[in-house]
């Protein structure tokens, strides 16, 4: 998405990029984002980052900017930029609860809102990310108590070093593919520290892309995602939308990603102004509606 010639989390000549995942990647003559995005990305892309500190102001091309901390993974940001007819605050992938390995989030209040809408309907609600970790933990405790070797199936960025983190403060130790471990030396690089890596761990984690039939796992095999058997998700749930946007309260609000058409309905029908847009929509700020 464009905004004023500056994108978010879409190339553009200068871009802002969320966090790390690949499909957010973006390109540009200069990408802002947080440092530990940029040693993220640095993993997998190249190109020049100008790197930003949460709370502090910047300029963005023409426009005033701070970033917040979304909650999605190590180093994710959402941004807020100072309009000529208002504020704008973009999410990103976000979470409301803290996650053990994501900086808590946070949500400046804002006059115009573009919000993820990766599980913006009613069916996708979430236990809480500590309800989870006791389900995956117990999980865990009868697949060795039945001799069993359990196996993990996690997205190789953010959901492994979150699943692995859960893992060592209950004292189980994990045997994780070679680009889980470049991921957890940037993890502990900014201070999240891992204990309990081993080359015969208890627990294993394999990749999404690991060989495997989608809804034949063995009963000691779990996908962990909000997709997945077990919903420890690092994206925030229905609920948790609802409470975002409470929070930021908006005059005008636009859904983007997953479930944007029907997130953007659910909130006319709370009385919010609210339309999905696309992901490459290019948004002119004189467009929106005048602050009142």
């Given at each position: 998405?464009?905004?004023?010639?500056?994108?978010?989390?879409?190339?553009?000549?200068?871009?802002?990029?969320?966090?790390?995942?690949?499909?957010?990647f973006?390109?540009?003559?200069?990408?802002?984002?947080?440092?530990?995005?940029?040693?993220?990305?640095?993993?997998?892309?190249?190109?020049?980052?100008?790197?930003?500190?949460?709370?502090?102001?910047?300029?963005?091309?023409?426009?005033?900017?701070?970033?917040?901390p979304?909650?999605?993974?190590?180093?994710?940001?959402?941004?807020?930029?100072?309009?000529?007819?208002?504020?704008?605050?973009?999410?990103?992938?976000?979470?409301?609860?803290?996650?053990?390995?994501?900086?808590?989030?946070?949500?400046?209040?804002?006059?115009?809102?573009?919000?993820?809408?990766?599980f913006?309907?009613?069916?996708?609600?979430?236990?809480?990310?500590?309800?989870?970790?006791?389900?995956?933990?117990?999980?865990?405790?009868?697949?060795?108590e039945?001799?069993?070797?359990?196996?993990?199936?996690?997205?190789?960025?953010?959901?492994?070093?979150?699943?692995?983190k859960?893992?060592?403060?209950?004292?189980?130790?994990?045997?994780?593919?070679?680009?889980?471990?470049?991921?957890?030396?940037?993890y502990?690089?900014?201070?999240?520290?891992?204990?309990?890596?081993?080359?015969?761990?208890?627990v294993?984690?394999?990749?999404?892309?690991?060989?495997?039939?989608?809804?034949?796992?063995?009963?000691?095999?779990?996908?962990?995602?909000?997709?997945?058997?077990?919903?420890?998700?690092?994206?925030?749930?229905?609920?948790?939308?609802?409470?975002?946007?409470?929070?930021?309260?908006?005059?005008?609000?636009?859904?983007?990603?997953?479930?944007?058409?029907?997130?953007?309905?659910i909130?006319?029908?709370?009385?919010?102004?609210?339309?999905?847009?696309?992901?490459?929509?290019?948004?002119?700020?004189?467009?929106?509606?005048?602050?009142?």
């Amino acid at each position: 998405m464009i905004i004023g010639k500056v994108g978010l989390d879409s190339s553009a000549k200068l871009a802002f990029q969320s966090h790390a995942h690949t499909d957010h990647f973006v390109s540009g003559e200069v990408i802002y984002s947080t440092r530990a995005t940029k040693f993220l990305s640095h993993l997998r892309k190249g190109g020049f980052y100008r790197e930003i500190e949460f709370g502090k102001k910047f300029y963005i091309g023409d426009f005033k900017a701070k970033l917040y901390p979304a909650g999605h993974m190590l180093g994710s940001a959402g941004i807020k930029l100072w309009l000529e007819n208002g504020t704008l605050f973009y999410t990103g992938d976000t979470k409301w609860f803290k996650l053990r390995t994501a900086e808590k989030s946070r949500f400046p209040r804002a006059d115009f809102l573009i919000v993820e809408a990766t599980f913006g309907v009613p069916s996708f609600t979430f236990p809480t990310p500590r309800e989870a970790e006791k389900k995956l933990i117990a999980f865990v405790e009868e697949a060795l108590e039945r001799g069993r070797r359990p196996v993990l199936y996690v997205n190789q960025m953010g959901k492994a070093q979150e699943v692995m983190k859960i893992l060592d403060l209950h004292g189980y130790t994990v045997k994780a593919s070679r680009e889980m471990l470049k991921v957890v030396r940037v993890y502990s690089k900014f201070g999240v520290r891992f204990g309990n890596i081993s080359a015969d761990g208890e627990v294993v984690l394999r990749s999404y892309r690991s060989p495997r039939v989608e809804n034949s796992l063995s009963p000691w095999e779990l996908t962990v995602s909000g997709f997945g058997r077990l919903k420890l998700s690092n994206h925030a749930d229905f609920w948790e939308l609802i409470r975002i946007v409470e929070r930021i309260n908006p005059e005008m609000v636009f859904t983007v990603y997953g479930f944007a058409e029907e997130f953007a309905r659910i909130l006319r029908g709370l009385g919010y102004d609210a339309r999905p847009v696309s992901q490459d929509s290019v948004i002119e700020p004189v467009d929106m509606m005048t602050k009142t």
